[in-house]
């Protein structure tokens, strides 16, 4: 899995409650929405990461392991689930549970995130590479944004109306209320 994190806490070789003690620090220093893996070696450390980061707020995306090495993924939580969505065109998720082939779901979540679950079929591009990447998204379907809550799918969606995107709609609640199959990447 190849995920792309803001940056990497060395926590191999201690013991509870020292990761989450050097995991507490590191994440104060990350903006909000930035990824943080934190390497370790105590394999109660994925039960510790996950009850902390629920704990927190933050949101605990998955755990990988190399060669008795275990990589987990928090992203910083964010005021996203507070904030006002914009975009005119609002859908829930079931209306994306059964497409036909003019459509598009764009996820627009961090790339960490879309690794440990996504819509099948969804093409991931952040939010963060949205301008830079706007042309490899079909104008002439009918694009369904999906980040975790709605909140970076309805600012994705305004910028994308305001390219020229006819037909954009926000999903809302987002991969915090998923229901549907996912899928992860390898």
Not at 92 to 121: C, K, M, Q, T, W
Request: hydrophobic share 35%; proline share 3%.
């Amino acid at each position: 899995m190849n995920i792309k994190t803001d940056q990497t806490l060395d926590a191999k070789g201690l013991a509870c409650p020292m990761p989450i003690v050097k995991a507490k620090k590191a994440i104060k220093e990350l903006a909000s929405g930035q990824v943080i893996k934190i390497e370790a070696t105590d394999k109660g450390s994925t039960a510790d990461m996950k009850a902390w980061a629920d704990k927190t707020g933050n949101q605990y995306l998955g755990t990988t392991e190399d060669h008795d090495v275990l990589s987990h993924y928090i992203r910083k939580s964010s005021d996203e689930d507070t904030q006002e969505k914009q975009h005119p065109n609002v859908v829930g998720n079931e209306s994306i549970e059964s497409l036909d082939e003019n459509a598009v779901i764009l996820d627009v979540r961090e790339s960490a995130e879309y690794a440990f679950g996504h819509i099948p079929g969804a093409i991931s591009i952040p939010l963060s590479d949205l301008d830079e990447r706007m042309g490899e998204i079909d104008d002439t379907k009918n694009i369904y944004v999906v980040c975790r809550t709605g909140n970076r799918s309805d600012m994705a969606a305004q910028k994308l109306a305001a390219k020229g995107f006819d037909h954009v709609y926000n999903v809302v609640p987002g991969m915090s209320e998923w229901s549907g199959e996912t899928k992860k990447s390898n």
